[in-house]
Nanobody, 122 residues
Framework: QVQLVESGGGLVQAGDSLTLSCAAS????????VGWFRQSPGKEREFVAQ????????YVADSVKGRFTISGDNAKNTVYLRMNSLKPEDTAVYYC???????????????WGQGTQVTVSS
């Protein structure tokens, strides 16, 4: 089973950029779709982006389209979420997880990491 560890979060100002990393161990991302989700207090976990292990298909949510980019490095077994032009409403804990197929539903993902906090000040 794959284990995931997120990193790269922090406290930034509005307009700044961050790159989150999702590193896999135990097994590779092969045959998986890797997704990024975020959750802020009192809200449901929200789909942000996903990419297939082969990098042949990537998708980001409309709420972050044009600002966030997802990509994978198979050699490093790591998926990245590049976040530009950050806004206060992007403040949340960001999680990565894997699914056996392309999906935006959190219920179809497993092996959730512990999350990394992103805080954007205005």
């Amino acid at each position: 089973q794959v284990q995931l560890v997120e990193s790269g979060g922090g406290l930034v100002q509005a307009g700044d950029s961050l790159t989150l990393s999702c590193a896999a161990s135990g097994r590779t991302f092969r045959d998986y779709s890797v997704g990024w989700f975020r959750q802020s207090p009192g809200k449901e976990r929200e789909f942000v982006a996903q990419v297939t292990w082969s990098n042949t298909f990537a998708y980001v949510a409309d709420s972050v389209k044009g600002r966030f980019t997802i990509s994978g490095d198979n050699a490093k077994n790591t998926v990245y979420l590049r976040m530009n032009s950050l806004k206060p409403e992007d403040t949340a804990v960001y999680y990565c997880a894997v699914a056996p197929q392309i999906s935006r539903l959190a219920s179809e993902y497993r092996s959730w990491g512990q999350g990394t906090q992103v805080t954007v000040s205005s």
